[in-house]
């Protein structure tokens, strides 16, 4: 009985391993798009007066930022592992995200926890940038959301 049993476990599991109907494109599409990276980022519009915890989500801008790219949002020049002069630069190592930027800033978790104080990162100087981390720069606010889906 066990013998049988195991045979047409054998045979099912073969079955089922040879019957992929999918193509050789069909499978090289799915992993790119699995293997994709984005960056997701939000700043306040600047057209809005309001400040802090005043501003709603809808009043916010926000920024999907794909791997080797570049691109502007509230007047600074972002990257993602493509290292421009003059940006700021996000790149992946060892499954976590880093930065370098070009100005001194300012560095705080969202929503600010009681007793930790933000930290200062000098100008060209690589951090760890970890999800909801606020980006404070001289003249605009930018927040790490996270890794995009």
């Known amino acids: ?10 045979i099912l599991l073969i079955t089922s391993c040879v019957s992929n109907h999918k193509t050789e494109d069909e499978v090289m599409v799915e992993t790119l798009i699995k293997n994709s990276l984005t960056l997701e980022f939000a700043s306040k519009n600047p057209v809005v007066k309001k400040e802090g915890t005043h501003v709603s989500a809808s009043e916010m801008l926000h920024l999907s930022l ?11 020049s972002l990257t993602l ?3 421009i002069e003059g940006a700021i630069n996000f790149y ?3 499954d976590s995200v880093f930065c370098n930027a070009p100005n001194s800033l ?3 978790s969202m929503p600010p ?3 930790i104080r933000p930290a200062m990162i000098a100008a060209n ?7 909801m981390s606020l980006l404070k720069f001289e003249s605009v606010n930018i927040m790490f959301v996270g890794l995009g889906e």
């Open 1 to 10: 009985m066990t013998k049988n049993l195991l045979f047409a476990s054998a």
């Open 66 to 76: 794909a791997d080797n790219s570049q691109s502007d949002f509230v007047g600074k």
């Open 81 to 83: 592992n493509n290292t």
């Open 92 to 94: 992946t190592r060892n």
């Open 106 to 108: 300012m560095m705080m």
């Open 113 to 115: 926890k009681p007793g």
């Open 125 to 131: 100087a690589e951090f760890y940038v970890t999800p």
